[in-house]
């Protein structure tokens, strides 16, 4: 289930970089500009977080052999 809201995050935080991006397309200042290449920076890489943490394996279950005493030999 985890992996389904981690996707949908990445693909959210995606949409947005998308946004800020086009929206950086059409704007006729500077400071604007800037303002949306900073927002699509942002998204993106917390789209690539996201996206990391989503594709991340999971740790394996290490199966511990119980513990005996060896052989001694007299």
């Known amino acids: 289930m985890k992996i389904v809201i981690w996707s949908f995050l990445t693909l959210f935080f995606a949409l947005c970089a998308i946004g800020a991006l086009v929206g950086a397309v059409y704007v006729r200042d500077v400071s604007t500009l800037i303002r949306h290449l900073v927002a ?5 890489s ?3 977080g996201s996206w990391q943490t989503a594709c991340r394996p999971r740790r394996p279950v290490w199966i511990e052999e119980p513990r005996r005493r060896p052989w001694r030999r007299r």
């Open 40 to 44: 699509t920076t942002v998204f993106s």
């Open 46 to 48: 917390c789209a690539w």
